[in-house]
């Protein structure tokens, strides 16, 4: 049973920056693609930011410039370094990999 747990969470103010961390438990942590997902209230989950084995990256149009995702895989962990926060960046976020979702971490931004 693979345990994916987020961490990094918090309250920033519009403009400010935080680094969500997601740790994987589970053997050949490398060979799988992960991402970053994110549900505001009142609205679906929705694709953040994804990063594959190799180290390919994508992005929502919205976070583009913003956010960066990365992967240790030494630590079978990921990254989502989000810069320039912005309120309608306000969400649980949910780090998931092939089937197995994390419990979120809340980000607040305020205005």
């Known amino acids: 049973q693979v345990q994916v747990a987020e961490s990094g969470g918090g309250l920033v103010q519009a403009g400010g920056s935080l680094r969500l961390s997601c740790a994987a438990s589970?053997?050949?942590?490398?060979?799988?693609?992960m991402a970053w997902y994110r549900q505001a209230p009142g609205k679906q989950r929705e694709l953040v930011a994804r990063?594959?084995?190799?180290?390919?990256?994508n992005y929502i149009d919205s976070v583009k410039g913003r956010f960066t995702i990365s992967r240790d895989n030494a630590k079978n962990t990921v990254y989502l370094q989000m810069n320039s926060l912005k309120p309608e960046d306000t969400a649980v976020y949910y780090c998931?990999?092939?089937?197995?979702w994390g419990q979120g971490t809340t980000v607040t931004v305020s205005s």
């Open positions: 990063i594959t084995s190799l180290g390919n990256t």
């Open positions: 998931y990999r092939d089937g197995f």
């Open positions: 589970g053997s050949n942590f490398s060979r799988y693609a």
